[in-house]
């Protein structure tokens, strides 16, 4: 398929001596074409080339002025000079087509016939102006249009088979709207002309305005295109809420696919009052009481939020998130709902128009909010906990606010019943006093510190932190955690450079504890554990512990050896003898067959036993091993446990 581009030409009518010369020149590219067989060659095209200085052209009037209305003196013209227009015969199969004024200027275009049939692509115009000259002559003009001889006994195919034979081939899933018509023409094809139908239909599946040429005499598709405009699509919204700003805007809609419908690349819109929205044309302005309304609200509202977490580098939600418009009470059915939820079960966005209240679905700050509980439903999953509840929708708050730039939620939602607000985010409410076991309003000291934070560092900053902060939230969070996860952001983001402004606001907001006049030394490590087993039938066993010289640890050990062959055993405090006779266990002084340690293969051995505590003397591993000159033998094993 193609998109017909014609040749066109734009240029001043220049004085006649200079027409003839041109006109000259493009006789013999005429004659040319007339052997060539590439359609745009055989296109004779009437173009005068500008010779003259513009000054001089300003004198020379481009033609005498005639009398007569414009179509009539646009039609004398081209008889008058057909030949050096470079149309060879009388130009009676030029048939005006229609007349246009504009700021003076008369535009009449002529479309080329051929034994009364419409030659495609044939047309030309003349442009008269105010002064009843003909100011210039464009299009495209067939010189040699003519048909091969009809086959004897064939006349053409009927309209509705070359209507049937366009339909097919578009395919068999073709929705129309509306009926399908046909003309006959005659078709420029690549090396003859034929005798064509140019069919035209709608379609909402697959969407256009599809144009056919079918062969009118053996029904083959010669040619198609979709003719339909794909301009950016448009729809009627409010930028906050009718409260805040109560004209509606026309803006442009996003990433919609070419459904003809409110779905895209990240919202697809439902409507459970009733059909969608359609428009083929991608207009989708309605007035505010059309039900319509709210699902262009929606999808535009919700394409931004996407867009505007994404620039904070959030990646979930990247497929197009079902957004549902006018939705009936989840419980009672009613279908004025009083509220609007995203669902963690479904991973969708429910919007009722409000019976009590206002539309849910006109104040954007409502969109950003439940869209917010979704991005954190991707980042956080399943969050638990009163205060866990809080915070979801203190975050959700936070977000709903900032995007807006006005830190009130629910303006337009309660005006119906005389309220301000539903939260305000300027609020000075207090952890933990203010606290009272509601999610909305306990999470509103959450929004309002986060909102404190804005005023400090400004919007972009605060919601990339505020944002990061998300993913180190504990499943059940406190206020707590989720200040040091602020903190843990800004350090992560910029190196902890606004942490005074973060503690400032925490504190003052009661979250954080007031900084200490003097820190407390930091909290010793946690000592850690090894477990290491030490084989009877070897000397040593590195249990693989650097340990640092003054460094305290500990070792308990159990289990048994038998160190000889008669079946005598010991556990790891040894023997109750030494061998203080031969002096050749590695401490003879200390019982036979007991658990020994050493730091290092060079360090001095000294008794462990089945529990003993020591500093170590010395950088280096700890081993353990037997304290037992003659070990080969042995069997059995004890297992030490280290904490250093
Ligand atoms: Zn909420």
Not at 56 to 70: I, N, T, V
Request: with cysteine; aromatic share 10%.
């Amino acid at each position: 398929m193609f998109k017909p581009s014609n040749p066109r030409s734009i240029k001043q009518l220049p004085t006649q001596k200079e027409t003839k010369g041109t006109v000259g020149s493009q006789r013999r590219t005429g004659g040319r074409a007339k052997k060539a067989e590439a359609p745009s060659e055989k296109r004779l095209k009437i173009r005068w080339t500008r010779r003259s200085e513009p000054q001089r052209m300003a004198k020379e009037a481009p033609s005498e002025p005639a009398s007569g209305a414009p179509p009539e003196i646009a039609e004398e013209f081209l008889s008058q000079n057909h030949r050096l227009l470079g149309i060879e015969e009388e130009p009676a199969e030029l048939r005006i087509k229609e007349s246009v004024e504009s700021k003076g200027i008369n535009h009449i275009r002529f479309q080329q016939t051929y034994e009364g049939l419409p030659v495609h692509g044939g047309e030309i115009s003349v442009h008269v102006d105010n002064a009843n000259r003909v100011q210039m002559v464009n299009g495209v003009y067939y010189s040699d249009v003519g048909l091969p001889g009809r086959t004897r006994g064939r006349g053409p195919i009927p309209k509705a088979e070359a209507i049937e034979a366009a339909l097919r081939d578009l395919g068999p899933e073709t929705v129309l709207r509306g009926n399908a018509s046909a003309e006959m023409i005659i078709y420029p094809a690549q090396d003859q002309y034929l005798k064509a139908y140019k069919v035209t239909f709608s379609a909402s599946d697959p969407l256009g305005d599809w144009v056919y040429f079918i062969n009118a005499e053996n029904g083959e598709v010669i040619d198609s295109y979709n003719a339909m405009r794909f301009g950016t699509p448009r729809g009627s919204i409010y930028n906050s809420n009718p409260k805040q700003d109560p004209d509606v805007q026309i803006v442009e809609l996003h990433r919609l696919d070419d459904s003809g419908k409110l779905q895209g690349a990240f919202v697809q819109i439902d409507n459970a009052m009733g059909e969608e929205a359609y428009a083929a044309d991608g207009e989708f302005v309605y007035e505010p009481d059309d039900p319509h309304f709210d699902e262009v609200m929606a999808y535009f509202h919700v394409d931004k939020v996407h867009i505007y977490f994404s620039n904070l580098g959030f990646r979930g939600l990247d497929s197009p998130l079902l957004v549902h418009v006018h939705v009936p009470d989840p419980e009672s059915k009613d279908p004025d709902y009083d509220n609007a939820f995203y669902s963690p079960e479904d991973h969708q966005l429910y919007f009722g128009h409000g019976k009590a209240l206002n539309d849910l679905a006109k104040e954007s700050a409502v969109i950003y909010h439940e869209y917010t509980h979704g991005v954190i439903e991707q980042i956080r999953p399943e969050i638990e906990g009163s205060e866990g509840a809080a915070l979801h929708e203190g975050y959700a708050d936070y977000f709903g606010c900032s995007i807006t730039d006005d830190p009130l939620i629910g303006e337009y939602a309660v005006q119906k019943i005389k309220e301000k607000d539903l939260r305000d985010l300027t609020s000075n409410k207090k952890y933990p006093k203010d606290l009272q076991g509601e999610e909305h309003e306990d999470g509103e000291i959450w929004g309002a510190t986060c909102w404190d934070l804005r005023e400090l560092l400004g919007a972009r900053v605060a919601d990339l932190i505020i944002y990061q902060s998300l993913y180190y939230l504990p499943k059940s969070p406190e206020f707590a955690d989720a200040y040091e996860g602020i903190r843990q952001a800004d350090l992560g983001l910029f190196n902890g450079a606004h942490i005074p402004e973060i503690e400032k606001v925490f504190v003052s907001r009661g979250i954080a504890a007031p900084k200490e006049p003097s820190p407390q030394p930091p909290p010793s490590p946690k000592p850690r554990e090894q477990k290491v087993t030490v084989r009877g039938n070897q000397a040593w066993t590195s249990t693989g512990i650097p340990l640092k010289k003054g460094q305290e640890i500990s070792v308990s050990a159990s289990g048994t050896i038998t160190y000889d062959d008669k079946g005598n055993s010991c556990g790891p405090d040894g023997a109750s003898w030494s061998d203080t006779k031969d002096k050749e266990d590695p401490i003879y002084t200390k019982p036979h067959g007991g658990l020994i340690g050493r730091i290092d293969v060079t360090g001095t051995p000294f008794f462990v036993g089945s529990k003993s505590k020591f500093k170590v003397d010395a950088d280096g591993t700890l081993y353990l091993g037997i304290n037992d000159r003659w070990y080969k033998g042995n069997t059995g094993q004890f297992t030490a446990v280290i904490k250093y």
